[in-house]
Nanobody
Framework: QVQLVESGGGLVQAGGSLRLSCAAS????????MGWYRQVPGKQRELVAT???????NYADSVKGRFTISRDNAKNTVYLQMSSLKPEDTGVYYC???????????????WGQGTQVTVSS
């Protein structure tokens, strides 16, 4: 059984920084794209950043230049370094990974449970 476990959320003042981590565990054979999405009440979940197995990255325009996504393939872990945080960055951040698990025998999308990020003005 595959699990994604996030950590690192919290409360921070505008202009501050936070680092999110997400570790995938279980009978994993391979992980392709990993990423972060966020959701606020009343709105759809939106992409924040993604990173492929080869290291290619993609960012939402709203976070370009402020957030950096990275991954450690040996640890099956993805990170999101968030700097110059703004109140509009507030939301629940969800980790995502496209995983080939041995029991499933195919690629599936997996999500973490979410971690709250609150940026105060």
């Amino acid at each position: 059984q595959v699990q994604l476990v996030e950590s690192g959320g919290g409360l921070v003042q505008a202009g501050g920084s936070l680092r999110l981590s997400c570790a995938a565990s279980g009978r994993i054979l391979s992980i392709n794209t990993m990423g972060w999405y966020r959701q606020v009440p009343g709105k759809q979940r939106e992409l924040v950043a993604t990173i492929t197995l080869g290291g290619s990255t993609n960012y939402a325009d709203s976070v370009k230049g402020r957030f950096t996504i990275s991954r450690d393939n040996a640890k099956n872990t993805v990170y999101l370094q968030m700097s110059s945080l703004k109140p509009e960055d507030t939301g629940v951040y969800y980790c995502y990974a496209e995983i080939y698990a041995s029991l499933a025998g195919k690629w599936d999308d997996y999500w973490g449970q979410g971690t709250q990020v609150t940026v105060s003005s």
